[in-house]
């Protein structure tokens, strides 16, 4: 909810690099950002426990 | 190796997972004639701590009326929690997801805690949480949880709004990154001993399970082992109730709802040919405590972030916060039993009330029917919601501007 958010302030193609260790956001973000019209710059990267989501703003 | 990265390092497919888990859920009802519940035996835990201090219990109605004899480790109901909280536990150090998290503001957990009370209150006023009221109870072809699902969904709604608001939320830690930045990610993986020590666990599991077999104990080895099977599908599955009623609120994010309506589908199927063979339906009063409960227990959930069964497999994680809500939950279900005499709670809301069995009131196959067509139309109108319900935009029914894009690569 709070990477919405902060999706819904930027500009159009900025980054928001999101690092989140739940595991539950690894199906939730991904899907949640697309559904709302962003683009996930890459498939979401594991280290260790985290993980680590690029969005870009597309308009 | 493949095939274990295929289980363990990627999340399963929600639908397979709650599928498998209404399949399960309608054999352990075969085996042993009760539901998969967690909340009462939490209810039976506040019990035997109250009695730790001393406290007089064996007068106090709600406890009689839920059977208080013995210990957890001796009750069906105690090895289905026991092997829930070891089976995702397994799970989480197999696929080397354990990790101490704290959550980054300190409020969430003052913030877990009192959504664990108001979530065991309302729970257990409904004589059920996610689980036995909901999941297992449309199953079972109560009428009362269909009153609990319509009143959850309600309640959620309410959470949602609460935790929407500024003084719930705080700040968050986000700040936009260079394109520099963005290539200079952290690298290298470490071995792990997490696998290890679930080996380990696995192991000593199994020898427990081996012994109640062999003492004669096939009740609990049977609870252990379905407890364990519920535990690894949840987790896997990352099955939580609280998203599939939140997610929609607040994103329109429908995919747990939509997984959960199929499970329940199956679990119904399967269910319903015990129930014609004889084996007697579990029908809980469907009375004015069911909708207040089930509203409790929908803001409670969204305010601590999970439901009963979605705090168990996240505390497994290694999420401090789903302590708190787990501790929260022992409080609001003990509070309630308390309530449940002493405060006229049963008088007032319960009594007069009857069990409705779908089954019975319209016959075995409208019944069957009809509640498989209701589990249907929840199905359609969560996927409708999902493709209409924006983010900070509302519900738009024409389809303007603001499509997905397909992803590049």
């Not at chain 2, 297992?136 to 699902?149: D, E």
């Not at chain 2, 939580?240 to 607040?250: E, G, L, M, P, V």
């Not at chain 2, 199956?266 to 909708?291: D, E, M, Q, R, W």
Request: hydrophobic content about 50%; some cysteine; charged content about 10%.
């Amino acid at each position: 909810m709070q990477t919405l958010d902060a999706l819904q302030t930027m500009r159009a193609s900025q980054i928001l690099h999101v690092i989140a260790d739940c595991p539950q956001s690894f199906q939730t973000v991904p899907q949640e950002v697309v559904k709302h019209g962003y683009e996930l710059l890459r498939e979401p990267d594991r280290y260790g426990q985290d993980i680590h989501f690029y969005i870009r703003v597309l308009r | 190796m493949r095939f274990y990265q295929k289980i363990f390092q990627t999340y399963w497919n929600p639908y397979v997972a709650i599928s498998l888990a209404g399949v399960l859920s309608a054999l352990y009802f075969g085996a042993t004639g009760t539901v998969w519940a967690v909340t009462g035996e939490f209810t039976r835990l506040g019990g035997h701590v109250l009695q730790w201090f001393g406290v007089d219990t064996s007068k106090w109605a709600y406890f009689n009326l839920i059977k208080m004899q013995g210990s957890p480790l001796t009750r069906t109901d105690g090895w289905i929690v026991i092997g829930m909280l070891i089976g995702a536990l397994i799970t989480v150090l197999l696929s080397n997801s354990f990790k101490i998290r704290v959550p980054q503001q300190k409020r969430r957990l003052l913030q877990g805690f009192v959504g664990g009370v108001i979530a065991g209150f309302g729970a257990r006023l409904a004589l059920g949480c996610n689980l036995a009221a909901f999941f297992s109870g449309v199953p079972q072809f109560s009428f009362h949880a269909w009153l609990f699902m319509l009143a959850t969904a309600a309640g959620t709604y309410i959470g949602v709004k609460i935790v929407m608001t500024k003084w719930w939320r705080g700040k968050p830690n986000l700040k936009p990154v260079s394109q520099a930045q963005l290539q200079a990610t952290p690298s290298g993986k470490k071995r792990s001993v997490q696998p290890w020590v679930g080996l380990i666990v696995i192991l000593v599991f199994l020898a427990i399970v081996i012994t109640f077999t062999i003492q004669g104990k096939h009740l609990l080895a049977v609870a252990a082992l379905a407890g364990l099977g519920f535990g690894i599908l949840i987790e896997r599955g990352q099955i939580c109730f609280t998203s599939a009623f939140r997610d929609q609120w607040i994103s329109g994010r429908a995919v747990m709802t939509k997984a959960i309506a199929v499970g329940m589908i199956v679990a119904t199927v399967c269910t319903f040919f015990y129930i014609h063979n004889g084996i007697p339906a579990l029908i809980k009063p469907a009375a004015p405590s069911t909708l207040l409960g089930g509203l409790l227990f929908g803001i409670g959930i969204v305010m601590a972030g999970g439901c009963e069964t979605g705090m168990m497999y996240r505390m497994m994680e290694g999420q401090v916060l789903y302590i708190f809500v787990g501790l929260g939950n022992l409080v609001g279900a003990t509070l309630l039993a308390f309530a449940w005499d002493h405060l006229g709670f049963y008088n007032t809301l319960v009594q007069g009330w009857q069990p409705i069995n779908l089954l019975k009131s319209w016959g075995e196959t409208v019944g069957l029917l009809g509640t498989l067509a209701m589990l249907g139309l929840w199905w359609l109108s969560a996927h409708w919601w999902s493709r209409h319900y924006k983010f900070g935009r509302g519900l738009q029914v024409k389809s303007d501007a603001f499509v997905a894009r397909p992803m590049k690569e």
